[in-house]
């Protein structure tokens, strides 16, 4: 564990692991510290505006709403200093609206999910699940890895795999599934959803720090207004944010957990 001054860096407090040697893994690195995501004392926030290409950054979310709240103060900071944010949905959240057909809900949810993205300056995909019938296997692992091998993702954020939620538990092994098959290796990441009523047993390795795009990321969260907005702050989203924001030292934040334990060129043949 490696920890920094704040009043010098305010960057990210990480645990740093060993990486590739070849330019575009440092790059990465390099653009994680200027945003905050991977501490380092030389690398300052003004670095990334010098960098020349932008990161792709893709996050994988069961319904529309789940990147959002999750982690969408972390999208729209990427977003907002210059990278490539895409949001794939593997359902259109059918089943997410109660008195309403699942045609119906799909189509409102869709509107709202692209909504948040305009505010969020992402992209949105939808993968083409069914909410509350979602499935995981060798078919679908195959069709998500053909949408992020379009992507080309740098980072990915999904699920934590351990969500109450069945949907949310099958969009993270799909995504876990790709990372461990692909030869184009990315790094993943996990967020929280209603600690403790949802999410369980989630202690965050990095943090992100989202007081510039707090605001942004609700008003992402607040395009959703078939689900309740409010409700989703009040099931302790505000709380995680305060509570993330003290435990890295800041006012608001967002915690994850990075996936360790596979070195590229290591990809299962399955």
């Known amino acids: 564990m490696i920890s920094f001054n704040k009043s010098c860096t305010n960057l990210f407090i990480a645990d740093t692991y060993s990486m590739e040697n070849s330019s575009r893994r440092g790059f990465v690195k390099n653009s994680l510290a200027g945003i905050g995501f991977l501490a380092s ?15 792709k950054i893709v996050c994988v979310g069961g319904h529309p709403d789940d990147p959002e709240s999750g982690c969408g103060g ?9 990278h490539s944010v895409t949001i794939i949905y593997l359902t259109r959240g059918e089943a997410g609206i109660s008195e ?17 993205c305009k505010i969020l300056n992402a992209k949105p995909v939808f993968a083409g699940q069914i909410d509350g019938a979602t499935i995981i296997n060798n078919e679908w692992v195959k069709k998500l890895q053909t949408i992020l091998a379009a992507e080309k993702p740098d980072i990915v954020f999904t699920h934590w795999p351990i969500d109450s939620h069945k949907d ?40 992100i720090d989202i ?8 008003k992402a969260v607040y395009c959703h207004l078939s689900q309740d907005p409010p409700g989703i702050y009040d099931c302790g989203h505000e709380i995680m944010e305060k509570f993330r924001g003290v435990e ?5 934040a967002e915690g ?15």
């Open 168 to 207: 949310h538990q099958v969009a993270s092994l799909l995504t876990i599934q790709c990372w461990v098959r692909t030869d184009q290796k990315f790094d993943l990441y996990f967020f929280e959803v209603c600690t403790g009523e949802q999410t369980m047993t989630f202690k965050p390795t990095d943090y």
């Open 256 to 270: 994850f957990v990075r996936m360790v334990g596979k070195e590229k060129g290591n990809a299962a043949n399955w």
């Open 41 to 55: 004392p030389s690398l300052l926030t003004s670095e990334m505006d010098e960098q020349k290409d932008p990161l």
């Open 74 to 82: 972390t999208l729209a900071k990427f977003a907002n200093t210059g």
């Open 248 to 252: 890295m030292g800041v006012k608001a």
């Open 211 to 218: 007081t510039s795009t707090q605001e942004q990321k609700r």
């Open 100 to 116: 309403k057909s699942n045609e119906e809900a799909a189509l409102i949810r869709t509107n709202e999910a692209i909504a948040a």
